[in-house]
């Protein structure tokens, strides 16, 4: 028998930035590569690629300066290839490997499939280039799931882009338009990851409620409730015109749905929600959660604001700063209007950016005052914890609440995998403390 020479595997690093789809995005991209394993280290790696976010203009900026870091690499391993991925890629394409010539691939959302070519083309020494937004589905070409363990908690992509062109956002631009992968795949890809050791998924949408694949978002999460060894399931983000009865109803339904909603609503003035083409107004949203809350009345709300939009009055961000009084947040993320090319609201008078800070730091502390409230009530209450990891001091084990809190559990007998009741003990402002029960 002649004996086989195998070349040692090459070194793939990944840094993600943005959103959770480029962590599913990136983990897809990893399994298409092959030949390669992962490192946690640049200065070791074979091929870096930067997944990249757009949203706002300090994401797509980093992504420059990290790549004048990395290019001093190269002249210490040559065989050192760098691709850029994500929306980055797709909104800039070329322009990336003209203002950084280190730069060998770029690729954008809907190519990843093509990915494996792309490699075998720039190993080559040649570069690589692709932002279409091909025919083809690209979850059809991506291969099966690996079969390696996996942390108990995942997330899984069921729709991706959005046709709803919000008047400050890029992702219509570059995820492009709504689609739907079949259920039936989504199903399959739930029992792979559960045999691998998941117990929770949050399914994953750009306009994750407007999922289509021959069920509705309801109907889908029904289905996956009926995946043995599946225990929890969440989804996000949702936009609030495409809340369905149906799906206010799973929220009763079905047990394994979790009791928390990520439902943003960017501004609570009608006059500004009219300017952002959002086409709901800050009352219906408000009814919107009230129905939600009539069915699931311990639902953990959360959601994402914007301030300073352009034309943004004092009067307009009071109305914002009322909502979200109003709701209550569990968890809310609020951003600095940031200009980006080619979106409407690019071209409307833009707020004073010194007036937009102070308003971002009056929010935030609202916000912050609201989510550390929410916190302390859990103190004295039984909650339910996925153990996620060991904790940091001995005996500690690390987990999420149905509500989605960290909790620390002190003493724990409970290992990694399982779901676990709990007593809170403590709030932080960032996570509780619990001991089982
Ligand atoms: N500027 C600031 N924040 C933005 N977001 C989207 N586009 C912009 C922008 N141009 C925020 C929205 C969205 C979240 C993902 O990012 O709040 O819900
Ligand atoms: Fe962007 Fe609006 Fe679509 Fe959300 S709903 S991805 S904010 S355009």
Known sequence: MS??????????FIKTYGCQMNVYDSERMAESLEGYVQTDRADDADMILLNTCHIREKAAEKVYSELGRLKPLKELNPDLKIGVTGCVAQAEGAEIMRRQPAV??????QSYHRLPQMEARVRKGLTALDTDFPEEDKFEHLKGRKKMQRAPAAFLTVQEGCDKFCAFCVVPYTRGAEVSRPADKIIREAQELVERGVREVTLLGQNVNAYHGGMTLAELIRALGRVDGLERIRYTTSHPNDMDDDLIAAHADTPKLMPYLHLPVQSGS???LKRMNRSHTAESYLRLIERIRAVRPDIMMSGDFIVGFPEETEADFQATMDLVAQVNYGYAYSFK????????????????????????????????????????????????????????????????????????????????????????????TNSLTAVEI
């Open 3 to 12: 004996e086989i020479k195998l070349e040692p595997p090459k070194k793939l």
């Open 104 to 109: 060998d691939l770029v690729v954008g959302p």
């Open 270 to 272: 009608d006059r500004i």
């Open 337 to 428: 209007y940031s200009t980006r090319p080619g979106t409407p609201a690019s071209e409307r008078p833009q707020v004073d950016p010194v007036e937009a800070d102070e308003r971002l730091q009056r929010l935030q502390a609202l916000i912050s005052r609201q989510q550390y409230a929410i916190q302390e009530s859990m103190v004295g209450r039984d909650l339910s914890v996925l153990v996620e990891k060991a904790g940091r001091n001995a005996g500690q084990m690390l987990g999420k609440s149905e509500y989605l809190h960290s909790v620390h559990i002190d003493n724990a007998t409970a290992q990694i995998g399982d779901v676990v009741r709990v007593r809170c003990t403590r709030a932080m």
